[in-house]
């Protein structure tokens, strides 16, 4: 990974954690992830990912376990998906999106109810929803920055 794609990720990182706090229950990580497993850098992905999931984890108030496994999750559905349709694209995200967010609900409904932590369906329903419908103009905003970003720094090494 260059300096300029760590520099990148780490603006994200950073940019993923400030929404979350104005929005808490969402993962705004998650869709830099999907771009990260698109990009299929192995190295990458497990750096993006394990970064992801220790700050997610950190910030989160359940006990260790949650985020590790929605983000394995998605890292198999995405490899799988990627042999149903073509998986760069705006319908692939949007549909990867709606499935993790279905996803998301039966893992910290089960977790939450495992730890004995009260919580309200309907704003877990609520959120997982939200989660769908922003995934993947998250992941469009951030494909297009990173796109950007690495055509401008590729363009200066030459």
């Known amino acids: 990974m260059s300096w300029a794609s760590a520099g990148w990720w780490l603006c994200y990182a ?7 706090a104005l929005m808490p229950g969402l993962d705004f990580l998650l869709p830099g992830f999907i771009l990260a497993l698109q990009e299929r850098r192995f190295p990458q992905i497990l750096a993006v990912g394990a970064c992801f999931v220790l700050l997610q984890e950190g910030m989160g108030s359940m006990a260790f376990g949650g985020t590790l496994l929605w983000y ?5 559905a995405f490899h799988v998906g990627c042999g149903l349709l073509q998986g760069t694209g705006f319908l692939f995200v949007t549909l990867f999106g709606i499935l993790l967010s279905c996803a998301h609900y039966v893992i910290f409904a089960l977790l939450t109810t495992l730890q004995d932590i009260p919580w309200e369906p309907s704003l877990l ?3 997982c929803l939200f989660q769908a419908l922003f995934t993947p103009w ?3 905003a951030a494909a297009i920055l990173r796109r950007r970003a690495l055509h401008e720094d590729r363009n200066r090494q030459r």
């Open 138 to 140: 998250v992941w469009l």
């Open 72 to 76: 394995a999750l998605a890292a198999i």
């Open 125 to 127: 329903f609520n959120e």
């Open 14 to 20: 950073f940019a993923g954690i400030a929404l979350q």
